[in-house]
């Protein structure tokens, strides 16, 4: 697969201090388990262009725990470089491109569908391997973006990296339209994601 080769070419150190784990509100957690806050992460630790995974991370984040549901191992390092290379937003500094992910993932070999339309993400959602989840929120009047990786169960809808107290996955409810809708988040775009098909022997 791409993203194995992309991996396997990039250096294991780079401007990013080499790591082995990351410290999060659940303690001390292994690079096989999704990231669920990222204003845990140090400000010294992934920056992403000159500023901090703690604060504009959550692009890199939601791509990284939707390799995680994918079966990948991957290194932050390989998101955050790929991801800064994207243009047009300046190598990170102002966060991630709605489209970031999308072209990424498709670049290293998944499956990519985008959904504008809110009353479809349920259905959607459920026809994917994992999503990725971009938002704007407003808060007075202060307004901003994020991403979220989200899966999709028996029991409902699961965001990983949703608030910045979040110790865990959170639980959107049964619907996820339903969720965004009573959220008041608008703008929203779903990155819905399959692994390829295994190509069988002739």
Known sequence: MAFKRYAAELPRQSHNRPFRFLLNSLGRMTMETFICNQTKIPKDR???GLRSSAKVGCGWIAVYNALIQLGESPL???IIDALEHQLPL???NLGTSVLGPAMLLKKWGYHVTLCSDLDRFDRMCR???VSILFYYWRKGLRVGAHFVCVTANTEG?????TYTDSKGQDFYGTSLSAYLKEQKHFGCV???IRKPKQQSNP
């Open 46 to 48: 992934w920056r992403y």
């Open 76 to 78: 932050p390092e390989t």
């Open 90 to 92: 300046i190598h990170g």
């Open 127 to 129: 026809h994917s391997d």
């Open 157 to 161: 809808f699961w965001g990983y990296n």
């Open 190 to 192: 779903l990155t819905c």
